[in-house]
């Protein structure tokens, strides 16, 4: 009888739902479940990675080992990331290859997306400096409140 219940509560034992907190702009907070993620931080097979650049090389760190990335704009630069870890290690790097970030998911409301900047692209325009997308920015933070 034991080894049935025990048995029954390993088949019935559900894995948890990746969650990521989106800080915004405005100062709203969004949970988001089963997040997909484009941009600079991408889904892979099992886990999301941040594609990162620091200094004189380029990386991939899994979102699973993060806790926090603070999101800082700079015009005509890329992001300047501020990357906490789950042990508490924090390090600074910027974005890698692409200067967006999406993210979509279920809500207790519905299904979002987010874009950092929205819209992903500026407006065309003729000039020979880079635009500036402060006043496109949504996302300030993210936090990944897993299992520690």
């Known amino acids: 009888m034991v080894v049935l219940n025990l048995l029954a509560l390993l088949l019935l034992q559900t894995t948890p739902k990746p969650i990521v907190i989106v800080g ?3 100062g709203q907070q969004l949970a988001i479940e089963t997040p997909q993620y484009s941009g600079f931080i991408e889904n892979r097979d099992s886990d999301a990675v941040l594609l990162y650049r620091q200094k004189h090389f380029r990386g991939e760190m899994k979102l699973s080992t993060i806790r926090r990335i603070d999101l800082t704009y700079q015009k005509g630069k890329p992001f300047l990331l501020g990357v906490t870890l789950k042990n508490g290690q924090k390090i600074d790097v910027e974005s890698d290859r692409r200067s967006f970030v999406a993210v979509q998911g279920a809500t207790d409301t519905g299904t979002v997306i987010i874009k950092n900047p929205d819209p992903i692209s500026p407006k065309v ?22 299992v520690q």
């Open 24 to 26: 915004l702009f405005d």
């Open 125 to 146: 325009r003729l000039t020979t400096k880079a635009a500036n997308r402060e006043h496109d920015l949504t996302i300030k933070y993210f936090e990944f409140p897993g």
